[in-house]
């Protein structure tokens, strides 16, 4: 499939070749192709890569490599519908946001108790990879910084949306929000609170993220972990230097 280039706050953002074919190749190819998409942003010191992990370290991991910028995590999880796992509800993230989709709440008629259960579990689940993952360091300040959030692809957006108000309440100059893949519908949603969006393709129908790559296997604890590692020493990938994808 060929789907045409970046969609960003209505405008189209166009690359050196404005032809995108799909399926991605894995979360490494999609990273690079939205580190050019994001040119704009690199060089600048107040830019801070924030990825969600486990699927969008990878892909934050090579845009922070090539705009030349810090990377660390946003944690965020998917509160899924009980029954219905695949299907999200809503989402939490750190600093105990919470952040519901009010049509699927309203349209299963998922009770408050049932909804506190499912975020009680995931909770912890929040914590223990924050543990994991970071350690005893701090998360990086964001404070009048500009944040770029990075996944690998979403759906709903309910855990992007949770990211972003999160971010707000700890005064960002502005949120940016960078995808290679996500429904029309949802990125409509997200220029409704993200300052930028900046979405590599936009399919109907959609179906699901890992549709949208040839190789889409689990992001393991471990690669993450490494890969946060890696972000403070790795050299950077100059952007004129990329080579063109087919």
């Known amino acids: ?68 910028a810090p990377l660390d995590i946003m944690l965020v999880r998917k509160l899924g519908t009980p029954g219905q796992e695949e299907l999200a509800m809503g989402a939490i993230a750190s600093g105990g946001v919470c952040v519901l989709n009010p049509d699927i709440v309203a349209v299963i008629d998922i009770g408050q108790e049932a909804i506190e259960a499912v975020a009680a579990t995931e909770r912890q689940e929040l914590e223990r990879r924050e543990r994991a993952y970071r350690g005893n360091r701090p998360p990086p300040p964001v404070e009048n910084c500009c944040i770029i959030l990075v996944d690998d692809g979403l759906a709903t957006g309910a855990s992007m949306l949770a990211a972003v108000s999160a971010l707000r309440q700890r005064k960002p100059a502005s949120i940016v929000v960078a995808i290679p893949v996500a429904p029309p519908d949802t990125v409509q949603r997200l220029k409704q609170e993200a300052d930028d969006v900046v979405c590599l393709a936009t399919p109907e129908p959609f179906s699901a993220v890992g549709r949208w790559y040839r190789e889409f296997s689990q992001t393991s604890d471990d690669e993450v972990k490494s890969l946060l590692e890696r972000a403070g020493s790795m050299p950077t990938t100059p952007l004129n230097a990329t080579k063109s994808h087919d």
């Not at 970046?6 to 404005?18: I, L, S, Y």
């Open 1 to 68: 499939m060929i789907y045409l280039s970046f969609t960003a706050n209505g405008a189209v953002r166009m690359t050196k070749r404005n032809i995108l074919k799909l399926p991605f190749e894995d979360r490494t190819q999609a990273g690079r192709l939205l580190g050019e998409a994001l040119a704009e942003y690199a060089n600048r010191s107040d830019v801070v890569v924030l990825a969600l992990p486990r699927g969008g370290v990878p892909v934050g991991f090579e845009v922070a490599r090539m705009i030349d």
